[in-house]
């Protein structure tokens, strides 16, 4: 009785996986399933990051997360149909011995059905289940485009990262560092740190609105370091934003607009206290290089509004084991 009933488990199983493919996949966000496999497996690395105080550990987030949502979409579905095919005693016979298919010769038919292979080796000889055996199949190739459209699009959006990663590295490092040398060094001047970014910027941000995921990913190396270079360039404009007497360059708004945004979908993904507001920066080096800049108490209350943004990207910045000195004025390069 109990293994005539084990249809509706398996049968839930199939309907969750292809319910987290389409959310994962197609809409806006992240599955239950897929969430449920990535916060374990991110917070056991970052913990072990934590303890070792090896931080290159983090670059294996993107293919240990990646490994355990297509390793875990396989496995559920390959049971689920496993179930369905089990429930029903004779639903499945050899075909050279005419004898029903033990549980793990179900399990093997249904392995290599969802896979498409097709070996023929045990057979569905009523149309109900011959029936299945075509959905199972039909399954198991919406399961392989599935995982290609979870794949091609994390692979597209690490690369627009890195590329705004490592302009801002050359920029800069540090928030202080990219507006001096756009001041001093570019020929756009600061308008290197809006207009010219913006696009990169929105690519980012939208890529991240539709993967949130993307803010558990780490980089080996420092120069391709999203989570250290976004925020250094959030407190840049801040400081622009806050501090310049004259106008602010074309485009501030909206750039600042996209990290603001980045910061938030951050928030959405690591669901933990933010630290406390960072503390405000000397701005002794921008005076010194001729930046007309407006008194410091004007500049600290400007700060002030905008202490939820600086909160979330200092979580950001230790999300990937940096330190907030390094995002505002690091010392080594």
């Not at 987030?61 to 089990?86: K, R, Y």
């Not at 001041?183 to 600061?190: A, E, N, V, Y």
């Not at 990207?313 to 004025?329: P, Y």
């Amino acid at each position: 009785m109990i293994r005539q009933l084990l249809w509706i488990p398996g049968a839930l199983l199939v309907l969750a996986v292809l319910g987290d493919l389409i959310v994962t996949c197609l809409q806006s966000g992240e599955g239950r399933l897929s969430r449920a496999v990535h916060r374990p497996l991110y917070a056991l690395l970052t913990a072990l990051t934590r303890a070792t105080g090896h931080r290159p550990l983090l670059s294996w987030s993107t293919p240990l997360l990646i490994m355990g949502t297509l390793t875990t979409w396989t496995v559920l579905c390959w049971l689920g149909w496993t179930l369905v095919f089990w429930s029903e005693p004779g639903s499945l016979l050899g075909s050279d011995s005419g004898q029903p298919a033990t549980f793990a010769g179900t399990l093997y038919f249904v392995g290599y059905t969802i896979s498409t292979l097709g070996l023929g080796e045990i057979t569905a000889p009523q149309p109900f289940w011959r029936i299945l055996t075509a959905v199972a199949s039909i399954n198991g190739f919406f399961l392989l485009t599935f995982a290609i459209t979870f794949v091609v699009p994390i692979a597209q959006a690490r690369g627009d990262r890195r590329r705004l990663a490592l302009h801002l590295h050359r920029a800069g490092p540090g928030a202080q560092a990219l507006i001096l040398n756009a001041h001093t060094d570019h020929d756009r001047g600061l308008l290197s740190l809006t207009t010219d970014l913006h696009s990169m910027l929105n690519d980012v941000d939208a890529a991240h609105l539709t993967s949130p995921y993307l803010h558990r990913f780490h980089d080996h190396d420092r120069q391709d370091a999203l989570d250290l270079h976004l925020p250094a360039l959030g407190e840049a404009l801040l400081i622009l934003q806050g501090t310049l007497s004259g106008p602010c360059p074309q485009g501030l708004g909206r750039a600042l607009a996209s990290i603001d945004s980045l910061s938030r979908t951050f928030g959405q993904v690591h669901r933990h206290p933010d630290p406390p507001t960072p503390p405000p920066p000397d701005l002794t080096r921008l005076r010194d290089a001729g930046l007309n800049l407006k008194p410091e108490a004007e500049f600290l209350a400007f700060l002030h509004t905008h202490a939820a943004l600086r909160r979330r990207l200092q979580a950001m910045a230790h999300a990937g084991q940096w330190r907030w000195d390094q995002v505002a004025e690091p010392t080594e390069h």
